[in-house]
């Protein structure tokens, strides 16, 4: 081991004995230099690194106590040795000196050669470079404990604050010169989150047993400023190199923003997140509930499945959020047709489940379904937008339709299913027939997926017949579908299931380009006819390339749009009045007809009919089956005319079977008809034949 000396001393004979004692030190080197003055010692110090000064009190440029203080405030962490005389009593020195404190010992003369002087400043150096070693380490530990994140507290064995780091001081909001000194307990005053009773802190507990321990769950922390902070900790003994206790530590954080994300993620485990209704995981649970509670009161409950009619049509034009803002109106009205003690659930998408507790079978069921209907039947502000949404109810009642939720809740649905092939906005209770029925429309989409691939899909046409003339003007284009083991399949039975499942839209698309082709086929052909008429389904007419399709077919065949009458619902059209007007305005640019399919039976409003860019009025064949035999159905029909003429509408009767049908529209001036009475939906080469021979039907 190597060490450097200093000799401050203007006496040769002190620089020569030490130099001589420090040389024959054995197991260590030593690197003397020598200095007479302070001026120089200063000097030196400044440029060289020293382990120990050996100092002569009195020197040519300054004498006594000076010659220290000044090397001690330059130089505070190197040791400092006096050379005195041995007649001097170093008791009597220390006390004339008292205010040397600092001083590292004292040689005496002239000892200086002997080995205990060697030892002596042997001892000094290496207690210093101890010293200074625990410095640096204390130093990185408090650097280290004040730039970690979380809070570190210590104290002593009476639990009193003897560490305080800053972080501690962030959380606590205590100022660590006023928290030292101070009982943990008046620092970090704690309580139980859910009783608000103080607690005792852990560090009191470790310091009583001498054990690691930590706070519970749910504990928080009084800061200064009396707002709270959830707290997590960690909390351990401190023992000295004897075993003995003699403090504690807590290191702690804030746990305030975890622990309300935690709660918030448990909630939402067991909530929907747009609308914060339970969903299927809680409902499961309370129908559970319910079900052990209508045991012991020998009573029933009810389940009740809600599907949003056409719901995809409103999401689909208008966009998610919309469809979003829509759902949580939806929401606030069906939780307004319950009781407290039922349960509203949202199962995803537009389906929504609600359990009836204690139902007398089906009583409250049905009272609850009536007023969902008539509660959704109110137009609702969604925006900027006026929407129009009914629902479909399926009920199923426990014990009879089901033992457990998962039974209730598909029995309920299948009976949704059969409310939605019951024209929808109604509400129908389970029967276990319907099961046959749900297995059937299951079957059946699935073979509507293969149909337009497998070529399954032909079009009939039915002919529009001029009533003054007797003439055909055009024809309605019809689906039908032909399945190679179930024959010929009636629309009645798959248009609601391809609507219900989105299917409508692709074979909607595969409708419109074949009447269009056809179109085109009969014209190249010579046949005389003004249109062909197709029906459009809301999903389709919702859709935001709606009209961008349509025009990409009629470029596609390159056919006129005059030549092109489009049949759009009521209903449709007043789901969103202006959407529907500005798709309707774009398409009359391109030439096409817009139709108002089966009139009558929707909303019948003429101030909003105006706004819309329509050409023909179609009037529903269920008022014209019972012309003459209803004086109602002929009195509405008879508006319908009147109406639709003096707006210039082309007026079409659908559904004409019988000689006083046609009879009754003549007299009242409808401009068109169509119907068995002049001919069923026929294939296309039919229609030519027919048009060939100019058949007159007046």
């Known amino acids: 081991m190597s060490y450097s000396v200093l000799i401050a001393s203007d006496k040769e004979a002190d620089i020569q004995a030490l130099m001589s004692a420090l040389k024959t030190a054995t197991s260590e080197h030593y690197q003397i230099e020598s200095v007479t003055k302070l001026s120089t010692a200063l000097i030196f110090l400044e440029q060289h690194h020293v382990d120990v000064i050996l100092l002569n009190l009195s020197l040519p440029d300054s004498e006594g106590v000076n010659s220290f203080v000044r090397l001690s405030e330059r130089f505070p962490?190197?040791?400092?040795?006096?050379?005195?005389?041995?007649?001097?009593?170093i008791i009597d020195f220390s006390s004339a000196n008292a205010d040397l404190s600092g001083i590292a010992g004292y040689l005496l003369r002239p000892t200086f050669s002997s080995l205990l002087v060697t030892q002596t400043i042997k001892n000094i150096i290496q207690h210093q470079l101890r010293e200074s070693s625990n410095f640096v380490e204390k130093t990185r530990a408090e650097i280290?404990?004040?730039?970690?994140?979380?809070?570190?507290?210590?104290?002593?064995?009476?639990?009193n604050i003897d560490y305080f780091n800053v972080a501690a001081e962030q959380l606590t909001l205590w100022a660590r010169n006023l928290a030292?000194?101070?009982?943990?307990?008046?620092?970090?005053?704690?309580?139980?989150?859910?009783?608000?009773?103080?607690?005792r802190n852990p560090i009191n507990l470790v310091l009583e047993t001498g054990c690691p321990g930590s706070l519970p769950v749910g504990s928080i922390m009084i800061r200064a400023d009396g707002t709270e902070l959830n707290i997590e900790d960690s909390t351990a003994?401190?023992?000295?190199?004897?075993?003995?206790?003699?403090?504690?530590?807590?290191?702690?954080?804030?746990?305030?923003?975890?622990?309300?994300?935690?709660?918030?993620?448990a909630y939402f485990a067991k909530h929907d997140f747009l609308t914060s209704l339970p969903n299927r995981i809680l409902l499961n649970d309370r129908i559970s509930q319910a079900i052990n509670l209508a045991n012991r009161r020998h009573t029933h409950l009810a389940i009740l499945f809600l599907d949003l009619d056409h719901f995809k049509y409103i999401n689909d034009s208008l966009g998610h959020a919309v469809g979003d803002l829509l759902l949580q109106s939806v929401t606030e009205r069906l939780c307004a047709c319950v009781r407290n003690s039922d349960t509203v659930s949202r199962q995803g998408g537009d389906e929504f489940i609600i359990l009836i507790n204690e139902d007398l079978s089906g009583e409250n069921a049905s009272l609850t379904a009536v007023k969902i209907l008539h509660a959704l039947a109110i137009a609702q502000n969604v925006g900027e937008h006026v929407l129009h949404v009914t629902t479909s109810i399926g009920i199923s009642i426990y014990p009879n339709d089901g033992e457990n939720a998962e039974t209730?809740?598909?029995?309920?649905?299948?009976?949704?299913?059969?409310?939605?092939d019951k024209g929808r906005n109604n509400y129908q209770f389970f029967k276990k027939e319907m099961n046959d029925r749900a297995v059937e429309r299951q079957l059946i989409e699935s073979q509507l997926r293969q149909a337009i691939s497998k070529k399954e899909f032909l079009l009939l046409y039915q002919p529009k017949i001029c009533l003054a003339t007797g003439v055909i003007t055009g024809v309605e284009a019809l689906l039908r579908w032909n399945h190679p083991q179930w024959g010929d399949i009636k629309p009645?039975?798959?248009?609601?299931?391809?609507?219900?499942s989105g299917l409508i839209v692709e074979i909607g698309r595969w409708v419109l380009r074949e009447a269009c082709q056809q179109m085109k086929r009969w014209n190249d052909a010579g046949v005389a006819l003004d249109n062909v008429a197709v029906n459009i389904s809301a999903l389709e007419f919702r859709r935001l390339d709606f009209a961008s399709t349509v025009s990409d077919i009629l470029l596609e065949f390159g056919l006129a749009g005059k030549y092109l009458q489009l049949e759009i619902t009521e209903s449709v059209l007043m789901r969103d009045v202006d959407l529907s007007a500005d798709i309707l305005r774009t398409l009359k640019k391109m030439g096409i007809q817009i139709a108002v399919d089966d009139f009558g039976t929707g909303y019948?409003?003429?101030?909003?009919?105006?706004?819309?860019?329509?050409?023909?009025?179609?009037?529903?064949?269920?008022?014209?089956?019972?012309?003459?035999?209803?004086?109602?159905?002929?009195?509405?029909?008879?508006?319908?005319?009147?109406?639709?003429?003096?707006?210039n509408y082309l007026v079409v009767a659908e559904g004409v079977e019988e000689l006083v049908q046609e009879e009754f529209l003549k007299k009242l001036h409808c401009k068109e008809a169509q119907g068995y009475f002049f001919g069923c939906p026929m294939d296309a080469q039919s229609v030519a034949d027919l048009v060939a021979h100019r058949t007159d039907f007046s």
């Open 604 to 647: 019948s409003s003429l101030s909003y009919l105006k706004k819309f860019p329509i050409d023909v009025l179609k009037i529903d064949q269920s008022f014209v089956r019972d012309i003459g035999s209803s004086g109602e159905d002929s009195a509405i029909v008879s508006a319908i005319i009147a109406m639709g003429n003096s707006l």
């Open 144 to 159: 280290i404990l004040n730039s970690i994140g979380d809070a570190v507290v210590g104290t002593d064995l009476f639990g």
């Open 77 to 89: 962490y190197v040791p400092i040795l006096i050379l005195i005389d041995e007649e001097k009593n």
């Open 408 to 420: 209730l809740i598909k029995n309920a649905d299948t009976a949704m299913y059969q409310a939605k």
């Open 180 to 199: 030292r000194g101070r009982a943990i307990m008046d620092v970090m005053p704690i309580i139980n989150g859910e009783t608000r009773k103080v607690i």
């Open 492 to 500: 009645s039975r798959f248009i609601t299931i391809a609507e219900d």
């Open 237 to 265: 003994p401190v023992h000295d190199v004897s075993g003995a206790l003699v403090g504690a530590v807590m290191v702690f954080h804030d746990v305030t923003v975890t622990q309300a994300m935690s709660a918030k993620m």
